[in-house]
């Protein structure tokens, strides 16, 4: 698994530039409730600070997870049917907000 996390976060790196941020923000109305208008984090929900996190950092622990690489059963229900180029969209917009 760990091999396909960094597989995974390299091709992100090298294609990057085709990410959309405009459709990561429409995806990121499901992260809101968790992390924030402004991935600010909220602490009552345990969801950390992700506003302004490099893409790559937010598209490898989105893969991580999606895997079970790493574990959060909370966030699997908004990310199970994600794709690939959804996850690289969100890690646009996600590094983009400030907080």
């Known amino acids: ?3 396909l996390v960094v597989l995974s976060t390299f091709l992100f790196s090298i294609s990057s530039f085709a990410a959309d941020a ?3 923000k429409n995806l990121y109305s499901r992260c809101i409730s968790c992390h924030g ?3 600010e984090g909220i602490e009552s ?3 950390p600070r992700i506003g302004g996190q490099h893409d790559w950092y937010i598209y490898s622990s989105l893969v ?3 895997t079970g690489e790493r574990k959060n059963p909370e966030m ?3 990310i199970k049917n994600l794709s690939d180029s ?3 969209d ?3 917009y996600i590094s983009t907000l400030k907080n």
């Open 37 to 39: 208008n402004n991935g």
């Open 76 to 78: 699997m229900p908004f």
């Open 22 to 24: 405009a459709k990561g």
């Open 90 to 92: 969100l890690a646009a």
């Open 45 to 47: 929900q345990n969801a």
């Open 1 to 3: 698994m760990k091999s």
């Open 86 to 88: 959804d996850f690289q």
């Open 64 to 66: 991580a997870f999606k």
